[in-house]
């Protein structure tokens, strides 16, 4: 029987894999993580911050420059980061390049419970407002796709799950990578029923499609730090995501680790994990170890380090 998580012991999660693991990817140095890179699994690093949204941004115009009326093509973008979103209508305006036939897909939104139905536009953790404002509503009107293009996953999932098998190709699914080990909303199971003693093997996991979870503790708390100021009380308990089954769709996932929304240790595991094609569903990022074309993106400066500094 595996042990207990050190955070929440009726979820799965990364503390409870093996000690070796862990402390191996501790020990990770910034040139050990470059060598991790293998066939269908590369490792960049940027220099400065700028070049690092700005290389973001430009997966969305690559994305997009190959769409044409008999070959739209798409990107699934994540808010979190967000940095890179107002670079992308920037560069779209600036190169003055007309959308008609390219696509977006929003990973994930918050969900009430109550209303069964994803929290409004105008609710100030809204996903779908942060795409919008920071990005679609400063695109040209001349230039921006139909809003039919759009594609923002809501409490009934169906529509959205059809939009990826409409004949849209997905070029590339970016994501951050959260405390939690996930992308998306893509978090560990709870440790209940078949799940007890064991957390669903990769092949079950990767089965799950579009759909509402119940979120993480360590992922509320991640939530509340980054886009709450703290206030763990104003962030859903539950999300729309996102699943593998469309990640799977995707010809590239692609990974940016900025040092905002995982931990020096965070950002060496995963690598380490699908470098080792080492998948555990109790580390969904793992997962990507058989995905055959993932990129992880660094920022050199936030990769930090594992070593005990008291503040």
Avoid at 123 to 135: G, I, K, Q, T, V
Avoid at 214 to 238: C, D, F, W, Y
């Amino acid at each position: 029987m595996r042990k207990l998580s050190h955070i929440a012991p009726d979820w799965w999660d990364y503390t409870t894999l093996e000690n070796s693991i862990i402390s191996d990817a501790s020990k990770l140095s910034e040139r050990d993580l470059r060598q991790l890179s293998r066939p269908g699994f590369k490792i960049v690093f940027y220099d400065t911050i700028e070049d690092f949204y700005l290389a973001e941004a430009l997966e969305y115009i690559n994305a997009w420059r190959q769409a044409t009326p008999d070959n739209p093509v798409g990107i699934c973008g994540p808010v979190g980061p967000t940095e890179q979103l107002p670079l992308v209508a920037r560069l779209v305006n600036e190169l003055g390049l007309v959308l008609d036939d390219a696509h977006f897909w929003g990973m994930d939104e918050w969900y009430d419970p109550v209303t069964k139905k994803e929290v409004p536009v105008r609710n100030p953790l809204s996903f779908e407002r942060a795409d919008r404002e920071l990005c679609f509503s400063r695109i040209s009107k001349k230039l921006i796709m139909p809003d039919g293009n759009l594609h923002f996953p809501k409490g009934n999932v169906t529509r959205y799950v059809k939009s990826w098998n409409a004949g849209v190709r997905c070029a590339v699914m970016q994501g951050g990578q959260g405390d939690v080990k996930h992308w998306a909303f893509n978090d560990p199971v709870k440790r209940i029923g078949k799940y007890k003693n064991a957390p669903p093997s990769p092949a079950e996991y990767r089965k799950l499609g579009t759909r509402i979870v119940e979120l993480h503790p360590i992922t509320l708390a991640q939530n509340a730090r980054t886009s709450g100021g703290g206030n763990i009380t104003m962030v859903p308990k539950m999300a729309i995501t996102v699943g593998p089954v469309e990640t799977w769709k995707a010809e590239k996932v692609s990974i940016w680790q900025a040092g905002t929304h995982d931990s020096p240790l965070g950002q060496r595991l995963t690598a380490l994990m699908i470098s080792k094609r080492i998948a555990d569903s109790a580390v969904p990022m793992s997962l990507l170890a058989d995905h055959p074309n993932v990129q992880f993106n660094y920022l050199r400066s936030a990769l930090g380090t594992c070593a005990v500094e008291m503040h």
